[in-house]
């Protein structure tokens, strides 16, 4: 079935620490995104990507660091500058820049907590 | 401009009741408006969608009614039945400048009572 898998589903951080969030893709889509998810707040854009080697900062960006070295795979480190990292993180994909009609799919989410 | 505005934040509703939940825009620019589906611990799924050609859009027993001139567009979940309690998120997509991003509204957590 094709799907984005995301992992691990819990992961705890220590102060300090820095820890990197699993996406991986299997739809062939060109474009990748990440979110955080926290209560009444919605869905806010972290990280974004078109291209493999190319990714752009969604509206918070700072604390968080992704990379695109592969179509299938865009993985997101959040970095000890991030000093409020508890969040359910999102990872999702579409077909890509200049279609029309561009669901998002998205996956099952992480959920991090500071220990 | 980029906003998308979204009521209630949440919403109960009697098992076979009608459950609406309204999103506003301002952006005219914007060409496509889905609708998202969240189960606690899951990650959104796509509901259904709109183009800003069409007025409404039905699909079973989910309905999008949109109206351009008041740039408002609002879900309407018909015999609402327990299971349809969950978060759902509105939403907007424009092209513009290479970017390729997709506007949320920030939900609407509806529950439905049995």
């Known amino acids: 079935d094709g799907g984005i898998t995301q992992s691990p589903k819990y992961l705890f951080r220590k102060e300090g620490q820095n820890v990197t969030l699993s996406c991986e893709q299997n739809l062939n889509h060109d474009a990748m995104y990440w979110y955080r998810q926290d209560p009444g707040q919605g869905l806010r854009l972290i990280y974004y990507?078109?291209?493999?080697?190319?990714?752009q900062k969604g509206d918070i960006a700072e604390g968080y660091s992704v990379s695109r070295e592969k179509k299938e795979s865009f993985p997101l480190t959040v970095t000890s500058a991030q000093k409020n990292p508890t969040a359910f993180y999102l990872c999702?994909?579409?077909?890509?820049?200049?279609?029309?009609?561009?669901?998002?799919?998205f996956g099952d989410g992480t959920r991090l907590s500071i220990l | 401009q980029q906003q998308v505005k979204q009521s209630p934040q949440s919403l109960i509703v009697q098992k076979g009741g009608i459950s609406i939940i309204n999103c506003a825009y301002e952006?005219?620019?914007?060409?496509?408006f889905p609708w998202y589906q969240q189960f606690p611990g899951k990650g959104p799924a796509l509901l259904i969608a709109i183009r800003p050609d069409v007025s409404e859009k039905k699909e079973g027993r989910f309905t999008i009614s949109f109206n351009k001139s008041a740039k408002q567009f609002s879900l309407h979940i018909m015999d609402s039945q327990p299971g349809d309690s969950a978060t759902y998120f509105c939403a907007a997509s424009i092209l513009m400048n290479r970017d390729d991003k997709i506007i949320f509204g920030k939900g609407t957590r509806l529950h439905i009572l049995p």
């Open positions: 999702a994909s579409s077909i890509g820049l200049g279609k029309l009609i561009q669901p998002q799919h």
């Open positions: 952006n005219t620019a914007f060409d496509y």
């Open positions: 990507s078109q291209i493999v080697n190319d990714f």
